[in-house]
């Protein structure tokens, strides 16, 4: 009776609380525009040098109205700060008679001498160790008749020119072969904005984090103010959970022809608001800026977008090596509860063969929302449930919100406060506000020491309840009573014994949270890969965290936009990403259900979550046809796991997004600068979800070159669009031409033990090579070189077939029996050899004639010939051979 009536309080109160916040959705949306609209015409423009000194890699200036510094990276890149001042306040006029030029070459030396006073912005952390620093050559640039002040200086350094303007400040960068990669146009501060507006060639935009809308951004007004949005996130939805404020410009496609790197990310290292307006307001103008006077922004310029990825990353950080049961599909509800629940959940999905990793705790597990507790009515016994679950191949993933309620009687609040570690008012009071818990009151993780403590807090709740992974929530921070959902103005920060208003560091909140926590699990489990997942962020957020994009709904239109959301995230960073598969908010039905499941399981991070008082959206719960689908695609997400965890090594060592769009492939092709319907999972399938309701076939656009189709091992020549029909169950998949995927069997967990055979499928055309990467998929160990890295090649020349695999690097010694090869597009074959192997099989066949022994098989529907070979861990080829001899390629019908 007791807990039925506690089920149904906290029915009761959370419906409240969710009524209480979409009736505030309907009002007006109260989380945008911190920042709002700028005129350029009001900006103060920063000119009039004083002083210019030059030191290493930098260049520092002082100006009528302001200063900055110019550090150039060996790679490119180069940061810039800029910061506003007062006229008045400038003291010293001596260096401000126009000197003759004579006398400016005089002067220069002893100008070079006085390094500018340069307040920098508030450290954010994104960059944790800036690239080395580039040799640079300073030259005048030869004017005749103008000083130093008006002419400004040239720097040259890697391949790279930036022209450096003071009277007005502004910088043109122009590449090797003196093409301009971009110039400033106006640079300038108002009394709450710092602003940088550059010369727009017709730029298309990718990146900038999480954002609404279509995958290229040019046009469009980007601002960066972490939200809580439980609206629904439209085209125009201003704020999401997670700022980035990175951008990739992409001049005009004639520009890069000359291949030497002009295309250049932008990325604003600030932890307020900060905005892009990539040509929204001004058609022939892009600008940047952020909510105070002082600017710090990194120019990225690249050869590729690739390239600017590669760098953007290499700045900010890749991510480290996910556990592969991240990787595996997961399943949440707000909320399983009590215990008895979650394990017949997971019971169920072994009882129907429905593959899965992980089980979510959303906050009912908390005793009162209390964070680092479980309600003991429901969960008396943490510890054993994690055990139970870990039995039976589930890990435990649970929800932690930052707020920490207000009762005197909790331990971890009165510590907190005793210690200083919250958020306080002006008046040096915490500050309290609202969220699951009623009164709460929010850590502050800017300070170490508050960083320290949660980090303390993670480890031992993890360690004594049986959890292997965290869920940070309301993150932004979220707070339900404050304006704009998030702590006011009037909540002060503490960095290095100064305050901070809090919407100086807004952003980074989230961020420093994730940092924690990741530390928190390190700890915990030194040798274990820490499993994050994150609503909020900022850039460098990869580091320590996978994110999900939040509330989304049960539409159509949510379903698309996770395309161009994951690919963007991708581009700025973010390689572990996901959405609530079947959608959070309102109820799903089943032609949904299906078609997000299918796309799901190509989506980095694969779980299936949904609030509270909606339909129930596990797979099984729309009919035995939608659990059918849903089963053939998460089966086939566990098959492709050797491929997945393949893509996130490549991700780990190069940035690369998993989900990635077309144009980060084929930048040349025009075809794909806005497609945003079709997506690349990893480097060599393409996926073509069906993102409309009652569609049963797509158009499809394949990049030059040939594309198997994956279901039927149809060719298709690329640089075409195709109509594809896709019934419900059916996801339209291509495999690029020569791309060799690894998988392995269906297997219902990652944690079941050593799968016994890997699988590698070739689709050769002329042939290729694949770098597949194997360890142990759990541990850390892997950075003490336990790992392997096989090099697997194959090459076609007239039905002649040669696959070798090499092991590059042998550090992890797998359990694997045996290496199957399956080779697509073949014609009736074939005799195999294998090289190499003392011993091992010389010439198999599939042929029907008695040679014995027959270890190939021919699929004379698919033309797929399969062997299979004992997997002794050595190097070696094999050579297969067509009986009939290769026809060439062409396209089937
Ligand atoms: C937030 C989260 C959602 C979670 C809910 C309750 O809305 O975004 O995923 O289920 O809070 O914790």
Redesign the pocket.
């Known amino acids: 009776m007791l807990r039925l009536l506690k089920v149904h309080y906290k029915q009761v109160s959370r419906w409240g609380r969710l009524a209480q916040i979409s009736l505030e959705n309907k009002k007006t949306n109260l989380s945008q525009q911190p920042l709002g609209e700028f005129d350029l015409e009001k900006l103060q423009i920063l000119q009039e040098l004083k002083t210019l000194s030059v030191e290493e890699n930098k260049v520092r200036f002082e100006l009528s109205n302001g200063g900055g510094e110019l550090c150039f990276f060996k790679n490119g890149i180069i940061q810039v700060t800029l910061v506003a001042r007062n006229v008045q306040s400038v003291q010293d006029e001596s260096v401000q008679q126009e000197p003759t030029q004579q006398e400016s070459s005089q002067q220069e030396s002893a100008q070079y001498e006085r390094p500018a006073q340069v307040e920098p912005p508030i450290p954010t952390q994104a960059v944790l160790i800036p690239p080395p620093p580039a040799e640079i050559e300073v030259e005048q640039i030869p004017v005749q008749g103008r000083s130093l002040k008006e002419q400004g200086i040239s720097v040259k350094y890697h391949r790279y020119r930036a022209q450096i303007s003071f009277n007005p400040f502004g910088i043109t960068l122009t590449n090797g072969v003196g093409k301009t990669v971009c110039k400033d146009r106006k640079v300038g501060f108002t009394s709450d904005r710092m602003v940088v507006c550059k010369e727009l060639r017709d730029e298309h935009f990718y990146g900038g984090g999480e954002q609404t809308g279509p995958l290229d951004k040019s046009g469009r007004y980007l601002e960066y103010w972490n939200t809580d949005v439980?609206g629904v996130h439209n085209d125009d939805t201003l704020h999401m959970y997670c700022s980035i404020p990175f951008i990739i410009g992409f001049p005009p496609r004639e520009s890069t022809e000359s291949g030497e790197g002009e295309i250049y990310g932008l990325f604003i290292d600030d932890g307020g608001c900060s905005f892009f307006d990539l040509g929204k307001k001004y058609k022939d103008l892009y600008c940047l800026g952020v909510n105070h006077q002082s600017l710090s922004y990194y120019i990225i310029p690249g050869k590729s977008m690739k390239e600017v990825v590669e760098k953007y990353t290499l700045l900010t950080g890749r991510m480290e090596l996910p556990p592969l049961w991240g990787l595996g599909f997961h399943l949440s509800k707000?909320s399983y509860f009590p215990y008895e629940r979650v394990y017949k959940t997971g019971q169920f999905l072994r009882k129907k063969k429905i593959p899965a990793d992980a089980v979510h705790l959303?906050?009912d597990y908390m005793d009162g929302y209390r964070v680092f507790t479980f309600d003991r009515d429901y969960f008396p016994n943490p510890q054993k449930m994690g055990k139970k679950l870990e039995s039976m191949g589930f890990k435990v993933v649970t929800?932690l919100d930052p707020g920490v309620k207000e009762d005197s009687e909790y331990l971890i609040y009165q510590a907190g406060l005793e210690q200083g570690y919250f958020v306080k008012n002006k008046d040096g009071i915490p500050f309290s506000g609202e969220v699951?818990g009623k009164k709460s009151a929010f850590p502050d993780f800017l300070k170490p020491e508050a960083r320290r403590w949660w980090a303390g807090l993670v480890k031992a709740f993890v360690t004594t309840c049986g959890i292997s992974g965290i869920w940070n929530?309301?993150n932004e921070p979220s707070e339900f009573t404050s304006v704009f959902r998030t702590l006011p103005d009037q909540a002060v920060h503490s960095l290095e014994g100064k305050e901070v208003p809090h919407k100086a560091v807004h952003n980074l909140y989230g961020f420093l949270e994730n940092q924690a926590t990741y530390e928190g699990l390190q700890e915990a489990a030194p040798d274990r890969r820490p499993f994050i997942l994150s609503?909020s962020g900022f850039a460098g957020i990869q580091r320590y965290a996978a994110l999900w994009t939040?509330?989304n709904r049960s539409r159509f239109a949510h379903l698309a936009l996770a395309i161009p959301m994951n690919c963007n995230l991708g581009l700025s960073g973010v390689a572990f990403v996901g959405n609530?598969v079947g959608g959070?908010n309102e109820n799903c039905w089943p032609e949904l259900f299906a078609r997000w499941i299918e796309l799901g399981a190509f989506t980095p991070f694969f779980r299936v979550?949904n609030?509270c008082n909606a339909r129930p959206q596990e797979p099984w719960a729309f009919g035995e046809e939608i659990e059918e689908i849903s089963r053939t695609y998460i089966n086939l997400r566990y098959q492709l796991l050797p491929y997945i965890y393949n893509q996130f090594y490549r991700a780990h060592k190069t940035g690369i997004p998993v989900m990635a769009p077309l144009v980060l492939e084929y930048q040349d092709d025009p075809e794909v600068l806005s497609l945003d319907n079709q997506y690349l999972f990893g480097s060599d399938l393409l996926i073509a979800p069906v993102l409309q309701e009652g569609q049963t076939q797509r158009e499809v656009y394949l990049p030059k070159g040939w594309w198997f189709d994956f279901w039927s091992d149809r060719m298709f020549q690329g640089g075409t669009r195709i109509r594809y029909e896709a019934p419900l169950a059916r996801l339209p998949i291509f495999v690029k031409a020569d791309a060799i995927i690894p998988s392995w069997e269906v297997i219902q967990t990652t944690s079941a033990g050593p799968v016994r055979e890997l699988r590698f499928d070739f689709y050769p055309v002329t042939g290729g090579t694949l770098y597949y990467y194997e360890d142990d998929g759990e541990t850390t160990h892997y950075k003490k070189g336990q790992y392997n890295m096989l090099e697997v090649a194959h090459s076609l020349e007239q039905g002649d077939y040669k696959i070798s695999l090499k092991y590059l690097h042998k550090g992890f010694t797998s359990s694997r029996e045996t290496l199957s090869f399956r080779l697509h597009g073949v014609r009736g074959l074939c005799r195999v050899e294998t090289v190499g192997r003392p011993g091992a099989v010389d010439f198999t066949t599939c042929s029907d004639d008695e040679q014995e022994p027959v270890k190939g098989v021919y699929n004379s529907d698919k033309r797929i010939f399969s062997f299979t070979l004992p997997d002794q861990g050595d190097d070696f080829e094999v050579h297969v051979q067509e009986e009939q001899g290769g026809e060439g390629v062409g396209e089937s019908d």
């Open positions: 439980f707000w959303d906050i929800i699951w929530d309301m609503r939040g509330d609530d959070f979550h609030i």
